[in-house]
Each structure stands twice: as structure tokens, then as C-alpha cells.
């Protein structure tokens, strides 16, 4: 059997602040808040002894971390946005490196970010682990 993949899914949501670095960013250049959803996809080929692929446990405290991180925040002046856009792709990449940090399991060979900036917007990143 090749070419399958088992995937578990978490997400969480939260209210912060950013604003563009770009030239030109017009009103998206002022402060201003979103309610962030991120999901986060968790994949991989095998299951662990227990027919698991990630413990939901740390899958669910690595976004609660994230959560916390940024939630109230302007993602502006966290150092993992220092000397960036924080557009929705680089938050999406900060977040990829920060529950790839946390959760180790080796069942877990790729992981996807999906940052939700409102109903019709979304950046996805994605890549093994």
C-alpha cells in the first residue's frame, strides 16, 4: 500500500492585532484586529502502537501555546515577526515552526498550517517534518 496518508486535525482561534509593512498598504497599514482560526493538519503514512498518529494531547497544548502566544497581541512586535510583514503566509510559517518544535511524535512525517485571517481568507504551509 503506497501513497497513503492518515491526517488529524486541530484548530484554535483568537483575536489579535497586525498591520502591513509594505509600501503602500493603504488602510491595512494602521493596526487593526483579526480573529485569527488556525488549523493545523497533522500527517503521516503510519500509526503509532495505539493506532494514533499524534498525541491529541500535544498536538492540542502546542496550539493552546500558540493561542496564548498570540492572542491580544500585535504579532507586529513578537520577535518572530521582527523585520517581516506579518501578513496570514509568515504567520502561518511561525506557527509550522513552533508546534513542529512541540509535538516530535515519529508517526508525524508532514504538518500543515492554515492561518484564517476572516470567513474568506486563508495561507496554508506546509512541509515534512
Known amino acids: ?29 494602521v493596526p487593526h484586529s483579526h480573529h485569527f ?15 494514533y498518529l499524534v498525541d491529541i494531547d ?12 498570540y492572542r491580544d497581541e500585535l504579532l507586529n512586535d513578537r520577535p518572530a515577526f521582527e523585520g517581516y510583514n506579518p501578513s496570514v503566509e509568515r504567520f502561518a510559517r511561525v506557527v509550522f515552526e513552533r508546534v513542529a518544535d512541540a509535538v516530535t511524535d515519529d508517526t508525524v512525517t508532514e504538518l500543515a498550517v492554515t ?4 470567513d474568506t481568507a486563508a495561507a496554508t504551509y506546509d512541509a515534512s517534518v
Do not use: C, K
Open 37 to 51: 482560526e488556525i488549523e493545523v493538519t497533522f500527517r503521516g503514512p503510519e500509526l503509532n502502537e495505539y493506532d
Open 1 to 29: 500500500l503506497t501513497g497513503h496518508m492518515y491526517s488529524t486535525t486541530v484548530l484554535t482561534d483568537f483575536v489579535a492585532q497586525h498591520y502591513l509593512t509594505v509600501p503602500n498598504p493603504g488602510p491595512e497599514g
Open 58 to 69: 500535544d498536538a492540542e497544548g502546542a496550539l493552546s501555546e500558540v493561542a496564548d502566544r
Open 115 to 118: 492561518v484564517w485571517e476572516d
